[in-house]
């Protein structure tokens, strides 16, 4: 079981970030390699998961890295680095180990999978010394930003397949508001071009497309006030909180800059829950992971 102190740790950098009026994940990502841009395993080239990308940006941004490459211990100092008095960033990865337990009346055997969060430390290649061997891989570089509107292929491919295979039906009209309508099992955007660039009509779009998985057809995420919450409380945060990173994961995925500006009011709401419930972060980023999961399966839920 995750100690509080362990809890606050991770969402402690997350929370800083915030309130030094910084988004964490909200990195302008144009014209830097595909490979480089997401926080990522410097020797293997894995993308960190869960909360974890959030953390080591939010760390990353703080203390001045331009690197999104990170290393354990031992990595560092198989490769040739030297971290003698860096401090590491700390990270989590879940496990599940199956436990056995024996009914002591009927003899029976019953297995359950029991959650078991391991945490780890870990350096950003720029705490590792000019000694440091990292192994080439391939890279691409992002388009820049345009004015108008292009779309994009990769983004607009997952947002076509996402509503042919079940998703909800997406409606665009010349308005200033983009919702989510639980309902109807609605997404309702402004046209196209009313957007100042594809990335902010994407980022939105895959906003609210992570509010629609949790309609009852799909992963069920909805409380009976979620979607009625009052602007600013801690329902709505949370579901606020689990949508915008559900986008960031799709951005990710798709190679686009997440762009989305973000009211004072927003950041406000959700500094205000994470402080009232420390776990709401980790807790977040497990349910946006499996909404972008369920998008970019098209329909298959993820059961891990």
């Known amino acids: 079981m995750t100690s509080t ?25 144009d014209e830097i390699p595909y490979d480089s841009r997401f926080p990522h395993n410097a020797i293997s080239g894995k993308k960190y998961n869960g909360m974890n990308p959030f953390i080591l940006s939010a760390v990353a941004q703080k203390n001045g890295y331009t690197s ?16 003698t008095g ?10 599940f180990n199956p436990v056995q337990s024996k009914n002591s009346e009927t003899g029976k055997v019953t297995e359950k999978t029991v959650p078991f969060m391991q945490m780890f430390k870990v350096f950003n290649t720029e705490q590792c010394g000019a000694k440091l061997k990292l192994p080439a891989r391939e890279t691409s570089v992002v388009d820049v930003v345009d004015n108008g509107f292009t779309p994009n292929k990769k983004a607009q491919s997952i947002v076509d397949k996402y509503v042919k295979n079940g998703g909800a039906s997406i409606t665009h009209a010349s308005h200033d508001g983009a919702y989510y309508s639980p309902l109807l ?17 994407y980022a939105t779009a895959f906003h609210e497309m992570g509010h629609s ?8 995420r909805f409380v009976d006030t979620a979607t009625s919450a009052k602007f600013g409380s801690k329902e709505y ?3 606020e ?3 915008e990173l559900t986008s960031t994961f799709l951005c990710a995925e798709s190679g686009i800059n ?26 977040a980023s497990s349910k946006a992971q499996a909404s972008a999961n369920y998008i970019l399966k098209s329909g298959v839920k993820d059961t891990k």
């Open 258 to 283: 997440n762009t989305i500006e973000n009211s004072a009011s927003y950041i406000k709401g959700w500094l205000s829950a994470l402080k009232n419930d420390r776990a709401m972060l980790v807790t």
């Open 68 to 83: 999104s490459g990170w290393l354990t211990f031992k990595q560092a100092i198989e490769n040739g680095g030297n971290v």
């Open 213 to 220: 998985i949790g309609h009852s057809t799909r992963l069920n």
């Open 5 to 29: 102190l362990q809890m606050e740790t991770i969402t402690g950098s997350i929370i800083d970030a915030l309130e030094r009026g910084v988004i964490p994940w909200q990195k302008p990502w």
């Open 185 to 201: 099992d609605e997404i309702h955007l402004p046209d196209k071009k009313q957007f100042k660039t594809k990335n902010v009509y």
């Open 86 to 95: 860096q401090h590491p960033a700390l990270i989590y990865f879940w496990k």
């Open 241 to 243: 909180l689990v949508a």
């Open 237 to 239: 945060s949370k579901e």
